[in-house]
């Protein structure tokens, strides 16, 4: 009844709630595909913030960059919603997850992993990554009139990337796709982004009960990933332990050497060197936070550089921009590796990436859970409520983009960028609790995106993307385009 009453005083309306299950079936239990579409038009009908009803639960979505100005710079509001609750099985209360003190703590000690002088040491494994993927193209690029789906191509390769980079372990998921390791994070990924759309799988006590088969399959592929990265853990902390004490931090220039072989630096490296209040961080509290790169890590950076793929080939003269900027800025050899400092330089490259995620969101809908009523910008959110904020109404929103619908990477040039107001364009969301792997985000998508172009001509054949609502976007008909091998670059 009070929170009733509070969204009859916030002015905050709904609509028609089915018995028992709300609007839930409505928005969530019908497919992926039209979820999207659903929730976009009942933002048009009842403004840009509205609620619905799941059984008992109150559900808040608001797409309004005003209200998501003042929550998103909070830092207090930083209690994620039930959403996530499908993923703490197997990323326990690592950053994406955690809350109150436990996440600030982490968020400090996380933060230096992205520190540029480590990114600028990825680069190297971004580009040998992608020359696998070319190498693996190139041989289903013989008809350029048969179109290809990219999006399992660019999955492979963002797994090897993060689990070198993240774990220092090489996976070979490219080489090896459906062993170990890499096909159990195929299969758990793929079961969370199901249950999302299943309100009867939502919780874990329903979803064992409504699906114990796949419940017991998600379970053993868990406790099989977690193995995998409890052994990595105890591994590197022997090699570590020989040649440094956990307390002293890493030299600018420090590699570490694992059984006499050379090694990147990796992000575990800095969380193994980590210490709160004087202690090491456990190999717990180490897996969890490793578990949430390799989960947020690849699955993330595959939508980006999926769809951006597919617009591009959608768009044969932004297509040749790119391909000029490369030239420009790398040189004509499609075989150099790029330094750092090239990929940042890659402004235009830049410019798609960001109009791309735009209007393909990776992460499309991010939450918070408010134990208290609170006040947003003059609007009262009732307490114990689910509060949702879907990236992909935001990023269209026609009173903050001209021709919201249109691809025009020029919208984010510096001359017009300015005009953008940041809330309503967040993709990385914005804040305290933004993405912390945001600047490793865009170097890879530009070092992976700029390579296949440097190979390939991408040509606009094979069906159309169907975008489908799940923690990170998707396309049910895949991200298909033609390739056709350059001869020469240029
Ligand atoms: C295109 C790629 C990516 C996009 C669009 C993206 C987007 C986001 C968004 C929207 C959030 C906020 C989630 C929320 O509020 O619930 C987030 C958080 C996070 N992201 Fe990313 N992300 C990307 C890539 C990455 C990468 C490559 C990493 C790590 C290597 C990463 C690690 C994280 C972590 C650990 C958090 C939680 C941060 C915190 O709560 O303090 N992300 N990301």
């Given at each position: 009844k009070h929170r009733n009453e509070v969204l009859a005083r916030s002015k905050i309306t709904g609509g028609v709630n089915l018995p028992l299950v709300g609007r839930a079936l409505h928005m969530i239990g019908a497919t992926s595909e039209n979820s999207i579409d659903r929730i976009r038009q009942f933002s048009r009908e009842n403004g840009k913030i509205f609620y619905t009803w799941i059984l008992h639960e109150l559900a808040i979505f608001c797409a309004d960059p005003k209200i998501l100005d003042t929550l998103l710079s909070s830092?207090?509001?930083?209690t994620k919603n039930n959403v996530y609750d499908m993923l703490s099985l197997w990323l326990g209360d690592g950053l994406l997850m955690s809350t109150g003190k436990k996440w600030h703590t982490r968020r400090k000690i996380i933060t230096p992993s992205f520190h540029f002088k480590i990114l600028e040491e990825f680069v190297e494994i971004f580009d040998r990554q992608t020359n696998v993927m070319v190498e693996k193209l190139r041989e289903k690029a013989r008809d350029p009139n048969t179109p290809l789906d990219m999006f399992p191509f660019v999955c492979l390769t963002a797994l090897d990337i993060i689990a070198e980079t993240a774990m220092g372990v090489q996976v070979d998921a490219q080489l090896n796709p459906d062993i170990g390791y890499v096909n159990s994070v195929k299969i758990v990924t793929k079961i969370i982004s199901d249950r999302l759309r299943k309100p009867l799988w939502r919780t874990d006590s329903l979803f064992k009960v409504f699906a114990p088969s796949i419940y017991r399959r998600m379970m053993k592929h868990i406790n099989e990933m977690q193995s995998f990265t409890k052994n990595v853990i105890e591994k590197r902390r022997e090699a570590l332990e020989d040649i440094i004490s956990v307390d002293q931090p890493p030299s600018d220039e420090e590699e570490t050497f694992t059984k006499g072989s050379k090694q990147h630096m990796a992000l575990l490296d800095i969380l193994l060197r980590a210490t709160v209040e004087g202690r090491p961080l456990s190999n717990e509290d180490i897996r969890e936070e490793v578990e949430t790169f390799m989960f947020e890590g690849h699955d993330t950076t595959t939508s980006g550089t999926s769809f951006a793929l597919y617009l591009i080939s959608r768009h044969p003269e932004v297509q040749s921009k790119l391909l000029e900027e490369i030239a420009d800025v790398i040189g004509t050899d499609a075989n150099t590796a790029p330094t750092y400092r090239q990929l940042q330089d890659l402004r235009y490259m830049e410019c798609v990436i960001k109009e791309s995620m735009r209007l393909y969101p990776p992460v499309p809908i991010i939450g918070r859970y408010f134990a208290e009523d609170t006040d947003l910008n003059g609007v009262v959110i009732p307490g114990n409520c689910h509060f949702n904020i879907p990236l992909f109404v935001v990023l269209r929103d026609p009173d903050y983009f001209q021709d919201a619908n249109e691809f025009r990477p020029e919208r984010f040039f510096a001359e017009n960028a300015e005009d953008i107001y940041p809330f309503a364009y967040t993709p990385f969301s914005a804040?305290?609790?933004?993405?912390?792997?945001q600047k490793y985000a865009m170097l890879e998508m530009k070092s992976v995106i700029s390579k296949i172009l440097r190979h390939f001509e991408l040509l606009p054949i094979g069906p159309d993307v169907i975008p489908s609502l799940s923690l990170i976007l998707r396309s049910t008909t895949g991200t298909q385009m033609g390739l056709r091998a350059r001869n020469a670059f240029q």
């Open positions: 830092p207090v509001n930083i804040g305290p609790r933004n993405c912390i792997g």
